[in-house]
Nanobody, 130 residues
Framework: QVELLESGGGSVQAGDSLRLSCVVSGGSGAIDRTKWMAWFRQVSEDEREGVAA??????????PYADSVKGRFTISLDNTKTTLYLQMNNLKPEDSAMYYCAANGGGAAYPLRRDEYNYWGQGTQVTVSS
């Protein structure tokens, strides 16, 4: 069983930066089965938007981003590939949301789609004021 724990959220002003972290745990077997990892944000009661994704099994993989964050957000993994990051620069009020870390154990035809992922963290809140 893969477990994900996010941290790094907070309240900032527009134009500020934050870095979110997500630690992956669950034993080496579970972690090794983790392929795609991603950050999502809850934009409404019913919609969880894919922000960025990364293919954990391959170095320098393609990293898709939502159009709304391209050029401002960067997704990355640490050297051990057990911590996922989301560097968020030039934050805007519309970036305010609960941010979730997600992972799956296989391929993902659409890495920014919520239904591609079967492991989720509890979320970390980001609030950006103008």
């Amino acid at each position: 069983q893969v477990e994900l724990l996010e941290s790094g959220g907070g309240s900032v002003q527009a134009g500020d930066s934050l870095r979110l972290s997500c630690v992956v745990s669950g034993g080496s077997g579970a972690i090794d089965r983790t392929k795609w990892m991603a950050w999502f944000r809850q934009v409404s009661e019913d919609e969880r938007e894919g922000v960025a994704a990364i293919y954990r099994a391959v170095d320098d993989s393609v990293t898709p981003y939502a159009d709304s964050v391209k050029g401002r957000f960067t997704i990355s993994l640490d050297n051990t590939k057990t911590t996922l990051y989301l560097q968020m620069n030039n934050l805007k009020p519309e970036d305010s949301a609960m941010y979730y870390c997600a992972a799956n154990g296989g391929g993902a035809a659409y890495p920014l789609r919520r239904d591609e992922y079967n492991y989720w963290g509890q979320g970390t809140q980001v609030t950006v004021s103008s």
